[in-house]
């Protein structure tokens, strides 16, 4: 049995975010994950805003930006406060997000060194295939690469 490509995708991305959450956990920020530090650095830079307009800088979706600004929430590291319309939240950092921001920086800034050295290890880059990855799926979507790809009947 070979494995599939999202098994080895995967796989890649759990390798190094478990790496990073560990040193987080080890350093006194157990819950963080890699993935609420574009969040928090968006938050720093920009200030506090609605959580659609997080999702729009970071690039997900307001689905994607709304799950992870619950698990910041439960990780004490932002506050959610009414906007002008009722159904507006307004994401706000914390005093203890603050606090860790020295830590968030020095470890974005390593994983980007990191992420470098790999780089110089692989045939070709990583980030260079998964740039290139997305450029081709948004000019030709997936579904349809497997819909010309063969048949698919759903009488199997």
Same mark, same amino acid.
């Given at each position: 049995m070979t494995t599939g490509l999202g098994a080895l995708l995967r796989h890649v991305h759990e390798l190094m975010d478990s790496a990073i959450a560990e040193i987080y956990a080890e350093h006194g920020l157990p819950g963080y994950r890699p993935r609420f530090s574009p969040y928090?650095?968006?938050?720093?830079?920009?200030g506090p805003m609605p959580i659609r307009d997080l999702a729009r800088t970071i690039g997900?979706?307001?689905? @994607? +930006?709304?799950?992870?600004?619950v698990q910041?929430?439960?990780?004490?590291? &932002?506050?959610?406060e009414k906007g002008a319309d009722a159904r507006q939240r307004i994401v706000h950092l914390t005093e203890r997000a603050r606090a860790a921001l020295p830590l968030i920086?020095?470890?974005w800034a390593a994983t980007e060194r990191a992420v470098g050295e790999l780089d110089a290890?692989?045939?070709v880059p990583l980030s260079e295939v998964?740039? @290139? +990855?997305?450029?081709?799926?948004?000019?030709?979507?997936?579904?349809?690469? &497997?819909?010309?790809?063969?048949s698919l009947d759903s009488r199997a």
């Amino acid at each position: 049995m070979t494995t599939g490509l999202g098994a080895l995708l995967r796989h890649v991305h759990e390798l190094m975010d478990s790496a990073i959450a560990e040193i987080y956990a080890e350093h006194g920020l157990p819950g963080y994950r890699p993935r609420f530090s574009p969040y928090v650095r968006v938050l720093v830079a920009e200030g506090p805003m609605p959580i659609r307009d997080l999702a729009r800088t970071i690039g997900v979706t307001h689905s @994607a +930006a709304s799950q992870t600004v619950v698990q910041l929430r439960r990780c004490e590291l &932002v506050t959610l406060e009414k906007g002008a319309d009722a159904r507006q939240r307004i994401v706000h950092l914390t005093e203890r997000a603050r606090a860790a921001l020295p830590l968030i920086e020095a470890e974005w800034a390593a994983t980007e060194r990191a992420v470098g050295e790999l780089d110089a290890e692989l045939p070709v880059p990583l980030s260079e295939v998964l740039r @290139a +990855a997305v450029t081709a799926l948004e000019r030709r979507p997936f579904r349809a690469r &497997v819909e010309a790809a063969g048949s698919l009947d759903s009488r199997a």
